[in-house]
């Protein structure tokens, strides 16, 4: 790296998504008179706004974004540097990036996010979604789109497919049934409904804010040509939006259908043909057999073959880890994560990491899993700045309680969706019986358990279980005696309990 360091903070974290806005709060506020920096490449920077502690583990809130001037005005002891890190040095302890500027650090939280894992790079009519300007380019093509792919089984399709409206959607899923990541095949039944019928009146308004970075911090959303004179592009990844990436952009394609949504089960991807390739290849006949005239046909593994106006590949991400691995030592999880330990200490000294970035490599609660999700950036930040006080205090710092129980608070087809613990028997083997109660079109229950204790829980809809269920997961009683009744429409369940 050679460069001459142009200053040395205590603590450097890197990425201004909710993971390192979280840690940075963290430490600036618990340490006012040590110099923090926050280096990121975008010039928007992700806050919690409306955070609401529903129940023990499970929270709700909304994501704001913020020109990172109003951090640096609530931290006067914060820097901003605007630009990507490109290289890390572990021995000289130091942080170069793009724009050629070397930092030191004390301590450094590597909050860098991930970036779809794109079906084939390079590919035109191929789209990940991940950050607004990628939302905002799929919603430009598909106004003039007729019929789009979706490939993909994760929370983005669930929503996509769902909202997406005037636009024929084919969606490609790999398992036996939709929404697979958080559902089971009975969940997957009672939600498929709701794709064939026309959505509810009245969304729910948009609780994005957006600002520019102009001088007199006026509000307005961004333009195009805003965006690309502040050099925010493909290779300077913006953060991840959230829970309601989709409010307040119009997902409407060219066609006037409400939904139209065929799904396509068990099958992948095979390959992918523009127009004069397909000519070329062995299913050429399927152009003159009236498969029509696109701009791209995808061949699914199950033989079929669609043409369409592009493919959204929502395939999971990959974890941003590169400029940071070059000449490191950095140890590496099977899903591509800088493993951290329990307290978010990645293999190379004095560095830490939290969010889409790391995956948690401690010995996990039997009834906590990690998940890419917004609400375990939110405490992977918090914890990790929490552990890197500590460390710096040499006080000794415990696992937090939020590691203690899965809980993701959601909405998908406009149902509110609450998941708890191992809500799909993740790990638990053979071992385990469910119990669940499916009233169509108003909620779907599902618990499980596992020699006689509840492990998890699905709940779709207003079931105001919740907290009770939360209780006992995390009490572990012995609910043999109830067997069945457990779910009996009848009984209060949480006078029951109290
Ligand atoms: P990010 O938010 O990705 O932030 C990473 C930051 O690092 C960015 O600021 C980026 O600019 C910066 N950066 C990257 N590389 C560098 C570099 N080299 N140098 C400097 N800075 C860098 N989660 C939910 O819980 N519920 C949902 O409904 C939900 N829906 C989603 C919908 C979509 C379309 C997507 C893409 C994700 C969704 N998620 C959802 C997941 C959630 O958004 C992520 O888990 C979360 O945002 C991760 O936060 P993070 O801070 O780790 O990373």
Redesign the pocket.
Known sequence: MGDKTEKTFRFVI???????VTCVEQLSSQFPDAEVAL????SL??AVANFKQVSKTLEEFDVEEQPSSVLEEKFPNLTVVQS???ALNTHTHTVQTVDGRTFGYEKLCI????RPKLLTQGNPYVLG??DTDS?QEFQKRLSKAKRIVVVGNG??AL?LVYEVEGCEVIWAVKDKAIGNTFFDAGAAQFLIPSLEADKPEGATPCKRHRYTVEPAGASHTFTDEDRRGRGVGPT????????D?HEGIVLRGAEEVSHRVSVEYQCEVDSIYTHQELLKSPQQTLVSEGAGSWPVYVKLTNGKTFGCDFIVSATGVVP?TE?FLHGNNFALADDGGLRVDDHMMTSEPDVYA????CTACWEHSPLWQQM??????RQM?WYAGRCIAAHVLSEPIELDFCFELFS?I?KFFSYKVVLLGKFNGQGLGPDHELLVRCTKGQEYIKVILSGGRMMGAVLIGETDLEETFENLILNQMDLTPYGEELLNPNIDIEDYFD
């Open positions: 890197v990425g201004g998504g909710i993971a390192g280096i990121t490449a975008a920077v992700k990507a890190v490109k909050c860098s996010g991930g979604i991940r939302a929370g983005i929503e300077e990844p913006g953060s991840a939006l959230g829970p990436w941003n400029p939290a969010g889409d970035v890419r999700l917004w609400t375990q950036a930040g993701h959601t």
